[in-house]
Every structure is written in C-alpha cells, then in structure tokens.
C-alpha cells in the first residue's frame, strides 16, 4: 500500500491481516493457524532452482505465510534421503538397508504436532536399486504411523528421472501404484514433467537429469497449492461468529481523498442463524477531532464462510493521521475477540498554491511567486503543456518583457523520483564478519540505504566500503576500497533484516560498483548464504551479484557467498510526486499610467479654470504643491501670459505619471471687438471652417503662444483645419495682427 500504515491490529488482541485473503478458497482458513512438516530428499530439500527462495517447499511456506503469517512449514527434507531413512524410530530395516534418521523421520514430524505431513520422496529408492514392494511398504509403515497419530499425510509420486530404461519403467509404476493405493491424498509430481519416455523434459531439469530448475519447482509449488490442503485441515465451528477479515481503502490515499472509499470485509466463520449482523464504520481525525460514523445493517445476517466487503465513503482530504475502526457485531454472537479491527494511517493532504502576480509600470523584469506549504515542492513552466520545467522554486525572475506575459506554476507534494528496492535472500547458512557484493546500475540511480541480515545482536557497528568497478580481484586489497561510511544500529533479531541507513551513492547507467560490508567488532557477524555460484538478482533498473564472504578488514575471501539483503534507491523522474495542484497561471503585467488632464485652452483674464485629474489615485502633485484631485485655476491670479499647468499622479501600484496642459491667459474682451467685424462658423470645428463674407483672401493660424504654425487661402469662404491637432489655435489676418479669433478645433 502507498499510504503509510502505521498500525494494523485487531481490538481485544485478534490480529487480522488484510493479505489472508488469499485463503484457497474458504476466508476462514485464515483465522486458524497451520503447521504442515515436509519430509523428503533433494527436491524438498531445495536443490535444481537458481536459489532457495525458489525451491517449491520454501515457495511453499510464503504462500501459506501471505494467508496467515502464523502458518509455518516445517522442512525436515534432506539431500540423498530414501524411504528407509525416514521410517519410524522404531523400524528395523532389512540387511544393507540404512537405518531411520530420528531427527529426519516421520517420528520426528510427528513429534513437531504438525497438522500435516508431505512426503517427497522422487527417486532416491529407484536409484539405490531398492524393489518397488519395499517402496510400497515403507510408504505404507509411514501412512500407518501417521494415521495412529491422527495427523494426515499426502504422498508425492515419484519424479521422472534421465535412467535406465528398467529404472524408468519403475519409476512409472511407483507413480502409478502411488495414486492408486494413496489417492485422494496425492500430490502429481509427474505429469507435464516427464517426457513420453519417462525422461526429465528439458524445459524443467536443472542440468543434472535429476533434479527440477525454477520452472519446474514452481510447477510444483503450483500443484501443492492446488490441493487447497488448508480448506482441509480446517475444522469449522457450528455456531455464528460474524468476524472482520480487513478494512482497507480502495485506491491510492497517499494525500486523501475527499470521497475516500474504505472496503471492510467481513464473514461468518461458523455458521449462519439469520440474525441481522450490523456493521461499523468509525473515523476519527487528528489534530482536528473530527468524527464520522456510518453503519450497514444486513437484516439475514452473514453467511458461512463466505466474505462480503461494504463500503464506506469519508472525507480524508485534510493532511492528518486517520484512526478507522470497522466492527462487525450480532445479538447471537458469543465471541468478540474478532469482531473490530483498527488501522491507522498518515495521509500527506493535498498542496495548496496562492499565486502573487507582479505588475510593471514600464517595461522590464517581473518576480512572480506563490505561497504553499513548505514541505511542497514549486515548479515553474512556460505554458501549460510543455514537460520540462524552466526553474524550480518559489520565485521566478521573468527575463525582460515589453508586454503582459503569463508563467505557469505547479505545487507537488511528495518526492520528485521513483523509489524501489531490489531483495537477495534472507536463507543464510553462514555468520561471519564480512560481504562482498557488486551493484550494476541499469539506469541513473542513487543508494540511499541497505539492510542487511545480522547475526550479532544488540548495538553493532557496520561499515560499508565501495570501489568502482567488480569486487573481483580485490578482496583482499583494502587500497582498492574508498571508505563510504559507519553507522550504529540496534539488531533486535539475528532471523530478520536489521536497516543500515549509509548511501546516497549516485550511479549513472552501466556502472559497476562493489560494495563490502563488514561488522567493525571482528567477534560480530553477519549472515549470508554458502551457493555453488554467484546469484544475481535484477530488475530494471538495477542488477546485485553475489558475491564473496570475507573475514575482518579485508582478511579472507570465500568465494561465491550470497549476502543476505536488500537495497534501497531511488531513480527516475516523478514531477508530479504523489499529488499536485496542477499548473497555475501567475502574471507579469505591464500597466502603464496614461492619463491626460485636458487639452491647451486660452482664457480671459476675468475668468476661473477647473482642471481635473483622474479619480482613485494614491497621490496628487500640481505644479503649485497643491495634492487636491482637482486644480482651480483663477486666472487674475496668474495674469495675462502663457502658463504650463501640470500634475504628477501616483496610482496604487505606485506608478507614477505627469502630463501638462498650455493655458494662455489674455484679454479676450478687446480682441473680441476688434474681431467683431469677422464672423466665423462653426467654432469649436471639427475641420472645416466657414467665413462671413470675408474681406480677405488669406488668413494665418497661430499657437495660444503666437507662433505662426500655417497661412491657409480661403476658397468658397471657407478653410480646412482637419490635418492640425485638435486645441485652441487664433487666426489672424496678415498685416492685421491686432485682430486676432480664437478657434477651437474638436473632433
């Protein structure tokens, strides 16, 4: 699961795990634990496949182990075992027949009080020139035995082998007397095996014509399954016993969901009364409190053995740890110890982005940013469909921009790679000091950590050296080796992984690293596993060779060994992380302040002026120190002349601006009598200017300030203004300077 599971446990000390699920057929196999004792020879004993965790009896016992953890399988098998060997203690075999092994034999199995027992014995008889009778009986004197015990026992057939025409020919009707005599309780470790000559078919034998590869001890370990042997051995109860088999959630909730849907599943492991069966579902969220309850009632009850799953929806959204008990319960039902269970778990929440856009009053360079939560991670990028990310950050500085531009921003929460693991073995037959292994990168990738099989316990130092390239050829050469590290741990079991937090060894692709890995107290040891060759072990991004054992400070080497461990790294690309808000736009404005307070104007001396500037800003500054959002301009104040009137603004991105009107002041009374014999239309203009009977056949427009800008010749009394700006102009007749007209031209 993803989501970190920090607690799973059944209330009133019933543990449930949601891997028993996978009981064979019947849910309730896995509230029961079995033990089930493997006596045998070579094949049970593990030899053909590439290593032992392939071997079919240890396949085995992790299948029954993924139902119920407390499942255990016992192997008593040993390599070049025969029937003799495992007949009772108390058995006197014929002349120049071996004697029972006591710590091998079916006396033994019995002694261990399995529930089972599983007889493999493929060949070993055959080849000792031992009669088909005598193989018959001594599976018979085992059958007895056992039977006396009340232990029920499977018998394997016997295995094709590459013999004798006459040996094959046996090994054929011991198979066939086998299933005949001893069915159902027989196990087929023949068919699809053996070829039509009773020959070992190449796709399954290990090399030797003996013994079976991967393949084919998985083949095994398939029918084993087969037999759904727990369904059984398992004895039911006669009375209703609602029970939670598992509550989980469906889906990632690695950040929460708001519509989070939890599964629970729960049975009857006895048999159903049709009493209704209510079941619970109960959250609570911390540090907020928060609680939610929701319940289902079933008004017949639940059947026997038979897993229904209900659902519920909460809202797990918020970051937070979530305590969830799921309860099953009956008025009839007289066991409680399995009816709650509570996981509790840790969900990151979901990142949050507030972009803060940023606005420039001319053009130039913008700082953008976001706020978030400072476990996130911020990436930046140029539209919102381009892979690669331009920066990584909580602020972007924009390059210079003439126009608005827009970035997109991303908040992801969660690592930023992929993180993996790639696992050896933990079946070790051998404690010493140190290990030699070496690590081929497949792809970029970084070590963060190993663990490492320890047979020492208590508080131990480990150290770790690398090299570049194999460890081949420089086991013993300690100048060869750069030291990575030490670290102290605390190894609370010689049978488990203890974790060595040294690494961030960064390998790039097709790389070679050797590592050695060794106790710094020369007395203390760690465990690995004695092979006929180097193991390998891959996956795609990462290939472990084992390996070499070695005494204290590069002292020895034991050649091959396969240390027992697992390493963590990390690699790849995950922009996304766990979860994201997505992309999100954020902004560089350019706003400039354009305004403008009016246009060039003439007034009388007499008269008042009221310029405004636009409403909303910060600040004012007219050209009198006056900050009003309007200027009253009394013109005898200022006297008759041309005068610059103007005004700085700031608006509230403070951006600042000025602009500047001409006002002209002057007599306009007189000038208006002078000119009274002049009559023009209309005025204010927007181009065309018509003349009263004029008198004349040019007149000269001028500035309020009297600069001459154009002479114009009046045709069909009229003249055309539409090319001069728009303003306050005079026109004057030449040579007659003292009449001047005040015009206005407006579009």
Known sequence: MRYNLLLLFTVLAMSLSTGWLKAQTNPCVSLDSFKIVILGSSTAAGTGPSSPDSAWVNRYRDYLQSINPANDVINLA?????????????????????????????????????????????????????????????????????????????????????????????????????????????????????????????????????HLNDTGHALLNDRVINLNLLDQLYVPIVYSDVAILSVDPSGDLTCGDSTATFDIVATNVGTNDSIPVKVEFKMIHSPSGAVFNDSIIIPAG???????????????????????????????????????????????????????????????????????????????????????????????????????????????????????????????????????????????????????????????????????????????????????????????????????????????????????????DPTSSLSYQNTGSAMSYSNTEITVITGSGSSHDFGGNYYPRNWNGRIHYHHGTRLQGECSTGRHEVRAEISPLNFTIGSDTIIDILDTLTITAPVGMNSYEWFDGSQAQSYQLIASDLGVGIHHVFVQITDSLLCTSTDTIIVAIADLVGIEEQSAAIIVYPNPTSGLLHFKNPTFNSIELRSVTGLEIRTYRVISNMIDLSEIPDGCYFLTIPNLIDSPIKIIKHQ
């Open 302 to 520: 639940l059947a026997g053995c038979s897993p229904d799953t209900f659902s519920f929806v909460a809202n797990t959204f918020n970051e937070g740890t979530y305590s969830i008990t799921a309860i099953v319960s009956s008025t009839s039902d007289p066991n409680t110890l399995n009816d709650t269970t509570i996981i509790v778990m840790h969900l990151s929440g979901h990142p949050t982005i507030i972009p803060i856009h940023d606005t420039l009053c001319n053009p130039g360079i913008g700082q953008l940013s976001v706020t978030h939560s400072s476990q996130d991670t911020v990436i930046w990028y140029d539209d919102l469909i381009n892979p690669v990310p331009i920066v990584f950050g909580s602020a972007l500085i924009t390059p210079m921009i003439s126009s608005s531009t827009a970035w997109y921003a991303e908040v992801v929460r969660g690592d930023l790679f992929y993180s993996d693991d790639i696992f050896t073995t933990n079946t070790s037959s051998i404690n010493w000091n140190g290990a030699m292994f070496d690590i081929i990168a497949q792809s970029d990738l970084t070590i963060d950590s190993f663990d490492v099989k320890i047979n020492s316990q208590g508080l131990q130092e480990v150290e770790i050296y690398t090299k570049v390239g194999t460890h081949i050829g420089s086991e013993l050469f300690s100048s060869a080796w750069s030291f990575q590290g030490s670290v102290f741990v605390n190894v609370l079991s010689s049978s488990e992984q203890t974790h060595i937090p040294l690494g961030n060894i960064s390998l790039l692709s097709n790389d070679t690293l050797g590592v050695y890995m060794q106790m710094a």
């Open 78 to 210: 040993v390599g070049g075992y025969n029937t003799y060997r495992i007949m009772p203690t108390s058995f006197i075999p014929p002349p120049s027949r071996p004697l029972p092994d006591p710590a091998r034999n079916i006396t033994a199995a019995l002694a261990l009080n399995p529930d089972a027992i599983i007889v493999n014995m493929p060949s070993n008889d055959v080849a000792a020139g031992y009669s088909y009778a005598e193989q018959i009986f001594n599976f018979d004197s085992i059958i007895t035995v056992s039977g006396t015990g009340s232990v029920p026992i499977w018998i394997c057939t016997t295995q094709p082998r590459n013999f004798s025409l006459a040996q094959q020919q046996l090994q054929w009707d011991l198979k066939d007397s086998i299933i005949a005599l001893y069915s159902p309780n027989v196990i087929d470790f023949w068919s699809s095996i053996a070829m039509v000559d009773f020959s070992i078919d190449p796709f399954y034998d290990s090399g030797d014509g003996v």
